[in-house]
Nanobody, 123 residues
């Protein structure tokens, strides 16, 4: 099994910054990609940013130039640095990882989700 543990959410004023972190642990052979999604009340969950094993990244248009995703492969941890926060960034932020695990049947890739962390931006 693989667990994702998020931290770093909270309440911040508009224009402020927060850094989220997500640490993966368990029976990990390798991690192909890690990313952050968010879900605001009454809305669908949406992609915020992804980072792949080679280091390439992609961002939602709404967060480009404000958010930065990066990872520490040695720690199986992904971070999301959020600057110039806006009230519309308020949501529960979820970490997602595409993890290769090994077992008696060989190696397979699975997707795992964290429990979510609340980010609230006040105006």
């Amino acid at each position: 099994q693989v667990q994702l543990v998020e931290s770093g959410g909270g309440l911040v004023q508009a224009g402020g910054s927060l850094r989220l972190s997500c640490a993966a642990s368990g029976s990990i052979f390798s991690i192909r990609a890690m990313g952050w999604y968010r879900q605001a009340p009454g809305k669908q969950r949406e992609l915020v940013a992804n980072i792949f094993s080679g280091g390439s990244t992609n961002y939602a248009d709404s967060v480009k130039d404000r958010f930065t995703i990066f990872r520490d492969n040695a720690k199986n941890t992904v971070y999301l640095q959020m600057n110039s926060l806006k009230p519309e960034d308020t949501a529960v932020y979820y970490c997602k990882a595409n993890v290769v695990v090994g077992g008696s049947l060989g190696y397979n890739a699975y997707q795992y989700w964290g429990q979510g962390t609340q980010v609230t931006v006040s105006s």
